[in-house]
T-cell receptor, first 120, second 119 residues
Framework: GAVVSQHPSRVICKSGTSVKIECRSLDFQATTMFWYRQFPKQSLMLMATSNEGSKATYEQGVEKDKFLINHASLTLSTLTVTSAHPEDSSFYIC????????????????FGNGTRLTVT | AQKVTQAQTEISVVEKEDVTLDCVYETRDTTYYLFWYKQPPSGELVFLIRRNSFDEQNEISGRYSWNFQKSTSSFNFTITASQVVDSAVYFCALSEAVSTQGGSEKLVFGKGTKLTVNP
């Protein structure tokens, strides 16, 4: 089945530094990828929609200058948490949709394994 | 606004018991999708099922079955003869049906139900 790889799985960084998280679709192309955030024992909240070759669409309340998204190819989207602070510590998870599937805009999302970010 | 409610925060059962996870949703859309995902302790989200709003037929996949009832806005998930490996957090989710390529499919998740299956 469709596989989405996310890297790194865990990262610990110091406050003020930036962290880049990669999301790759391994066996399919994805013109659209999605970034979610999950606080401990909480649900997943959509942060932004990443579109290949164009700007990401951010959900209300998400700072686009803090959470930089780049979707430079059909198989890779990156999320950079800039000037990270302890309150940014969370579980970040990406998802992607197989663009080759007919009517793909409604095909199921496949999720990566997530990245646990800890900012000290 | 769309909303998904999973009233059961945690459920604990003994192996081989049947267990039903409840999901109630709210939406003004006439066309929408409902999902169930499994999140084991390792963190990844595993896709289990997607059902569109026009298909109320119940589905069975092995030990898993889903009961979709539009009249009560519910999409419940039953695991038959539960196993220890079923222990995970299960999320129910709802999305609108996107009509254009690249449109934002905003998956609204419930808060999840933590299922523990004891040997």
């Amino acid at each position: 089945g469709a596989v989405v790889s996310q890297h790194p799985s865990r990262v610990i960084c110091k406050s003020g530094t930036s962290v880049k998280i990669e999301c790759r679709s391994l066996d399919f192309q994805a013109t659209t990828m999605f970034w979610y955030r999950q606080f401990p024992k909480q649900s997943l909240m959509l942060m932004a929609t990443s579109n290949e070759g164009s700007k990401a669409t951010y959900e209300q309340g998400v700072e686009k200058d803090k959470f930089l998204i780049n979707h430079a190819s059909l198989t890779l989207s990156t999320l950079t948490v800039t000037s990270a602070h302890p309150e940014d510590s969370s579980f970040y998870i990406c998802s992607a949709r197989d663009s080759s599937v007919a009517g793909s805009y409604n095909s199921p999302l496949h999720f990566g394994n997530g990245t646990r970010l800890t900012v000290t | 606004a769309q909303k998904v409610t999973q009233a059961q925060t945690e459920i604990s059962v003994v192996e081989k018991e049947d267990v039903t996870l409840d999901c109630v949703y709210e939406t003004r859309d006439t066309t929408y999708y409902l999902f169930w995902y499994k999140q084991p302790p390792s963190g990844e989200l595993v896709f289990l099922i997607r059902r569109n709003s026009f298909d109320e037929q119940n589905e069975i996949s092995g030990r898993y079955s889903w009961n979709f009832q539009k009249s009560t806005s519910s999409f419940n998930f039953t695991i038959t003869a539960s196993q220890v490996v079923d222990s995970a957090v299960y999320f129910c989710a709802l999305s609108e049906a996107v009509s254009t390529q690249g449109g934002s499919e905003k998956l609204v998740f419930g808060k999840g139900t933590k299922l523990t299956v004891n040997p």
